[in-house]
């Protein structure tokens, strides 16, 4: 079965630097999630999408944006990135906001 | 506002002995309640799901939980751990009020000795 994509896998950027997170959520499933995990933390939610619409927003910073495509795939922008911004995104999908929610395998972003 | 404590951060085990993970829950409503699994720089898989339905949920590998509404508790237990079983354990919550955002607790990390 078709699963959550997430690319890239991995990303090394610099301090102050841009960086695009891509999900490719399951086929028909219109709801996208963005959850940051830190170096031995628990998930954090940042972000979600609802058919193109953002519908809830968490603890993302401003220097972060994110939005869902026509096509149900959601990119994460990340500017000006700090050391802080090192850490494991996940994107899950869901079908109609539902509770069901799948996850990718994740991106790791490593900011130096 | 929902959310989930789980009452150790790390449990030590015996290969072949019972486990028994920890998690209490705060909410408003009738909660839908989960526990992932994430081995070592890998992904989060689903082990198990409560939605109001059985108090008692068998997941994946071997692990069940239960609910106790009494007790506002979702304990993950496995009456025989294997090693491939280490691994950090998040008991999660939905948000209704937040289109169903997770939310996790802090994590359990798990370890298996032979």
């Known amino acids: 079965a078709a699963g959550v994509i997430q690319s890239p896998r991995h990303l090394i950027k610099e301090k102050r630097e841009t960086a695009t997170l891509k999900c490719y959520p399951i086929?028909?499933?219109?709801?996208v999630y963005w959850y940051q995990q830190g170096p031995g933390q628990d998930p954090q939610f940042l972000i979600s999408f609802y058919e193109k619409m953002q519908s809830d927003k968490g603890s993302i910073p401003d220097r972060f944006s994110a939005q869902q495509f026509s096509d149900y795939h959601s990119e994460l922008n990340m500017s000006s990135l700090e050391l802080g911004d090192s850490a494991l995104y996940f994107c899950?999908?869901?079908?109609?906001?539902?509770?069901?929610?799948?996850f990718g395998p994740g991106t790791r972003l490593t900011v130096t | 506002a929902q959310s989930v404590t789980q009452l150790d951060s790390h449990v030590s085990v015996s290969e072949g002995t019972p486990v028994l993970l920890r998690c209490n829950y705060s909410?408003?409503?009738?909660?839908?309640l989960f526990w992932y699994v994430q081995h070592p720089n890998k992904g989060l898989q689903l082990l198990l799901k409560y939605t109001s339905a059985a108090t008692l949920v068998k997941g994946i590998n071997g692990f069940e939980a239960e609910f106790k509404k009494s007790e506002t508790s979702f304990h993950l237990t496995k009456p025989s751990a294997h090693m491939s079983d280490a691994a950090e354990y998040f008991c999660v919550v939905s948000d209704r009020n937040g289109y169903n955002k997770l939310i996790f607790g802090a994590g359990t990390r798990l370890a298996v000795h032979p």
């Open positions: 086929p028909r499933h219109d709801t």
């Open positions: 899950a999908s869901s079908f109609d906001r539902s509770y069901e929610q799948y």
């Open positions: 909410s408003s409503y009738s909660p839908s």
